[in-house]
């Protein structure tokens, strides 16, 4: 009896023991530590999202602490936005009291995305008059209702999804369907339709030699004239002319042979009279139209050639005014001062060879019909070398100022004068390296201060195949460029223009200052061309 009496003992102090160690110490029966897991939705289409939240055991929303996992991936947030469709599993993870605890697992169900916008496209945003626009509608979702949509052309619905219009301008077009009840509209895409272009290939891959050797005796292409090795000419015909309207853009591309380095090229239209066959003593003027500086090229390394453009609307005003045409030929001369001594030793393939450049010119313009107004052109200046140290280049010694008096003949509006510039000094300090003022002057007034540069040449980077002490071997900052360079090897010199309006018949005046050029040691020199267009009044 006192044995079972002493189990009964036992077992109650077990029991009371079990009891308490499960009791916290208000005596109140503890709950293992847990997190819950959920979600705002179970099924939704693709290119939506779900949202999860995660709450503790004792009703702590802890989600912006959790750790979010779908398909054993870990989230940046409580928001998944899921690429595909299809079934995901999602859990998540928190560390409390020093547990790391893992929530019950949700399971959700991505649909095929709903249609909700559509947008339109056009295989060509710019075209010629005479071709078609052609245009694709494609929902969010991927779905093409190219061939369901229907299509308006500056407000007008049109019978399809190509359009081809009868005028030059600009267009705007957009789009409408019907799905499921709901009218889905497109934006406006802007359309532009040009005029026909006609192209006139002047120069084709004509060959420059070493302007230090003498003028070599190779053959030239038909109609093309060696002026020296550093110059080619020909005529610009009339059958090329009668192409041009009043929009013009001139295309230069110069193909690398056997010169690596920078040099300055340009282009001049000789006014030769007419009939009269080229020759130097026979140019009346000679006149700038464009200017550019050869990139260091290799001509192992592609790209092998640079592409250069210029507007040169203005142009197209004099080849088609019946009183110049009649009076001249426009002899359009590429020039570009090649030397192939480095190459020579620096490039596989030049031993021996003075061939520096291949040189291909076009003119660009349109079919488009104007009404022409007379011209008058007034040449002022050509490739004139203007520094502070001769007395051919500057009115003062001592002075970057150069003046030119000129007269004109007949009163004019809507005159124009077209500049250009470049600085020049490859020697310790010299132009090319420091950035100047440049003010310029008509009749004594002030029309423009500038700074030649002022932007990076990296892009210019690629034409620059050959290792060069300009470009380094790794791309430098804007602020690195423009702290010093005034242009960019494969690059076009800028032609600026100014507006000068009504300009009366008599003499006048243009001059250029540059205050602050040094020209150490009595090198380098600023070319400058200069000339008045503008209409006979």
Known sequence: MKQYSKLLLASFLAVFFITLSCSDDDGNQSVTPAITLSSNVETFP????????????????????????VNNT???????????????????????????????????????MLLTSIEISAESESIEIGEAFTFNVIGNNGADVTSEATYYINGEEIASNEYTPEETGTFEVNATYMHEGTLLETDVLSLEVLYQSTEVTVFDEVVFYDGYQATVSEPVPAGVIRKNNASNVTKLSQ??????????????TLGALCDNYDRIGGVYMNLVPTGVE????????????????????????EPSEVPYEFEV????????????????????????????????????????????FLGTLKFVSSDKTYDHVAQHLEPIASSVRVNNYNSNGTDVLGETTKTFTFDIEENLSNAKIHLITSNHGANSGGEEYVRREHFIYFDNSELDMYMPGGKSCEPYRQ???QGNGIYG???KSESWWTSWNNWCPGDVIPIRTYE???????????????????????????PVSVYIQGDIN
């Open 46 to 69: 693709l290119g939506e999202s779900i949202t999860f939240e995660v709450m503790t055991h004792e009703n702590q929303n802890v989600t912006a602490n959790a750790t979010y996992l």
């Open 473 to 475: 071997s790794s791309p």
């Open 74 to 112: 870990i989230l940046e947030s409580n928001v998944f936005t899921p690429e595909a469709e299809g079934q995901y599993t999602a859990k998540a993870t928190y560390s409390l009291n020093g547990s790391n605890l893992t929530s019950n697992t949700v399971i959700f169900t991505v649909t095929e």
């Open 463 to 465: 034409y620059n195949t």
């Open 278 to 301: 080229f020759s130097t003593d026979v140019v009346e003027e000679r006149i700038e139209i464009g200017r550019f500086i050869t990139p260091f090229m290799n001509k192992n390394v």
């Open 500 to 526: 000068l309006g009504e300009v009366s018949q008599g003499t006048h005046s243009f001059k250029i200052e540059v205050p602050d050029a040094e020209f150490v040691d009595g090198q380098g020199y600023i």
């Open 313 to 356: 609307d203005n142009l197209a005003l004099l080849f088609n005014d019946p009183v110049i045409s009649s009076t001249y030929d426009f002899w359009i001369e590429l020039y570009v001062f090649g030397v192939s001594s480095a190459a020579q030793q620096q490039v596989a393939g030049c031993a021996g060879r003075i061939d520096t």
């Open 239 to 252: 059958e090329a002319i009668d192409l041009f309207s009043d929009e013009l853009t001139m295309h230069v």
